[in-house]
């Protein structure tokens, strides 16, 4: 008998507990609804990613995290998980966004668009592996591009590979090859070690560096005499070997830092790689002359493209700026205007007068370089494997964006003139027929 | 003369007061019961509305997101260049070209009609001249 109370007092004790709970869930329900998760409110009152142009590429509706544009600029934005952001902005910019505040970038949707199918249909054609375009603004450094190859849609991360979803622009780092030597000529010429007219002995091969040198080579056929216009024509390594033959090791190290190679990237909270300069002590001969055709060092899509804008903005370095209003970032005078200038002229020579067939457009004033990287694997650089570059700007006489391409692996042309130039011509095709911009008459075309 | 106050604290005013006050007291009571009753659908409604509006955001939201899908600058690079579009600065610079000569309609008088008198609101066209018009567009 006296189990059966005690028992029976337990059942009431439960159906009054819950009762109770009852009464307290149905309270809660009734004045402010019972929570629904949190998961929901965090991803619904998460802020926005949009473009410049006010395009939303990241926003939440109906507690779920959508990325309207899919694959554009997916690397870059990056994904979020069920919380917090995974990956690209969504992770660099998790606290703010999380607290609400909506993210605005200096990326323009249609050259982002321009870009990536550009570097897509380059690297396909090419069968190449991988590859990045940047694209920024000449007179502040906003980054209007910064394209990945292959594509990657934050819609549905889970179904691509970590490689797929590489920022590869800002994150990859290679041998910025050929390219490099536009940029060491402008340093040249801004020290007076070299005039664009000053006359070269240029044989095919040359021995460089005493007792622990090597033989360097060029790869395409030339005038056993160049000019420096044609070294960069041409783009002889044996003639970039002579251009540095008086440059202090220090100075031209100190150039190329000034450029913004193996220094990190002044952008705010993104993650960005720094790339590599030897240290001045291993600076000899052979490290001088190879570094002046850029081997021995190393470089992200997104320091080329900042290096050559220091010659499209009339000698001055502009960080490159991906959110609006994240600070100023750094300003640096790098060569003077005037070999700004020059140097304008001599690039534009190299596509007017070497490779207009692949990176000119009739009527317009493009500037730039290409590089052809041996890819160093196993300690080696090997002979299958390259990286095809190209640096620009345009227009050349007065610039308003710098690009920067670079494609790995290909298998099919991978000269810089053969993959990347092209891919430069048609971002710049692209955005000079957004622009508007009538094209110049052939006879009334200035002197350059 | 000092007037003198004096409080009338008998029974009958007591029962009087308290009679009052539980009039007053319940009549507002009452009120507010009526008030209440009156305005029951009120929060209802609301509720419903609450209700209504997340619906009409969300649809609202997820036509945006599909507006943006559908005209992102992929898909109209895309049917650009399939619909035979060509780029600005692809096509090749136009020099000149001839503007072919419209013939003019059968019916049209070789001079314009002499204004009658009896029209006369003092308004009189000039007479339109036959001579060829050239046009020269100059990019600037």
Do not use: C
């Not at chain 1, 340093?187 to 007792?211: F, I, Q, S």
């Amino acid at each position: 008998m006296e189990v059966k109370i005690h028992n029976r007092s337990r059942v009431m004790q439960v159906l009054a507990l819950a009762m109770f709970t009852l009464l307290v869930w149905a309270y809660a329900q009734l004045e402010w609804g019972l929570p629904q998760g949190i998961r929901r409110t965090v991803v619904q009152s998460r802020g926005s990613i949009v473009a410049s142009d006010g395009s939303v590429l990241a926003r939440s509706v109906s507690g779920k995290r959508v990325y309207p544009q899919g694959t554009l600029a997916g690397q870059v934005v990056g994904m979020m998980g069920s919380t917090e952001g995974l990956e690209g902005l969504e992770v660099a910019y998790n606290n703010s966004l999380a607290a609400g505040e909506d993210l605005k970038l200096t990326l323009d949707p249609r050259t982002q668009a321009n870009a990536e199918a550009a570097l897509a249909e380059g690297v396909k054609k090419h069968q190449g592996e991988y590859g990045s375009v940047v694209v920024i603004e000449t007179r502040t450094g906003r980054v209007l591009a910064a394209a990945s190859y292959p594509p990657f849609n934050p819609n549905e991360w889970r179904t691509y590979s970590p490689d797929a979803r590489r920022n590869r622009p800002f994150l990859d780092v290679f041998e910025p090859g050929s390219t490099i030597k536009g940029l060491v000529v402008g340093a040249a010429l801004n020290e007076g070690h070299t005039t664009p007219t000053t006359v070269y002995d240029t044989p095919m091969r040359r021995y460089v560096g005493g007792r622990w040198g090597s033989t360097i080579g060029d790869a395409v056929d030339h005038p056993s005499q160049l000019t420096t216009k044609q070294v960069l024509r041409y783009s002889s390594n044996v003639g970039m070997s002579h251009i540095v033959e008086h440059f202090p090791a220090a100075d031209m190290r100190n150039y190329l830092s000034q450029y913004g190679f193996g220094q990190d990237v002044a952008l705010p909270v993104v993650s960005t790689s720094t790339g590599r300069l030897q240290a001045l002590r291993k600076w000899d001969d052979l490290v001088r002359a190879t570094n002046a055709f850029g081997q021995g060092m190393s470089s992200t899509t997104l320091q080329l493209a900042a290096a050559f804008n220091v010659l499209a903005n009339d000698g001055l370095y502009v960080s490159p700026r991906l959110v609006e209003g994240s600070g100023a970032g750094e300003r640096r005078e790098v060569v003077r205007p005037e070999t700004a200038k020059t140097m304008r002229v001599l690039l534009q020579a190299v596509i007017d007068d070497g490779i207009f067939h692949a990176a000119g457009i009739k009527g317009y004033a493009l500037g730039g370089k290409t590089g052809t990287a041996q890819v160093v694997v196993d300690g080696k650089y090997s002979n299958s494997l390259y990286d095809s570059v190209f640096a620009g700007f345009f227009p050349a006489d007065a610039p308003r964006v710098t690009v920067a391409v670079m494609v790995h692996g290909a298998k099919l042309d991978y000269h810089g003139s053969q993959l990347a130039a092209p891919i430069y011509r048609e971002v710049a095709s692209g955005m000079l027929s957004e622009w508007g911009a009538a094209p110049t008459v052939a006879d009334k075309k200035p002197e350059q | 003369m000092i007037a003198r106050l004096t409080m009338d604290t008998s029974a009958p005013t007591w029962r009087g007061r308290a009679m009052r006050y539980v009039l007053i007291y319940m009549v507002l009571a009452l009120v507010l019961v009526g008030v209440r009753y009156a305005t029951h659908d009120v929060r209802v409604n609301l509720r419903a509305a609450a209700d209504r509006e997340k619906v009409l955001i969300a649809q609202r939201d997820t036509l945006e997101v599909q507006v943006q899908t559908l005209t992102t600058p992929q898909r109209i690079r895309e049917w650009a260049f399939t619909q035979g579009m060509r780029r600005f600065a692809e096509a090749e610079p136009k020099m000149n070209a001839d503007i072919p000569t419209i013939p003019l309609p059968a019916n049209l008088p070789a001079s314009p009609p002499e204004p009658s008198s009896d029209a006369g609101v003092g308004l009189k066209l000039p007479p339109v001249s036959q001579s060829r018009l050239e046009v020269r567009t100059q990019w600037k």
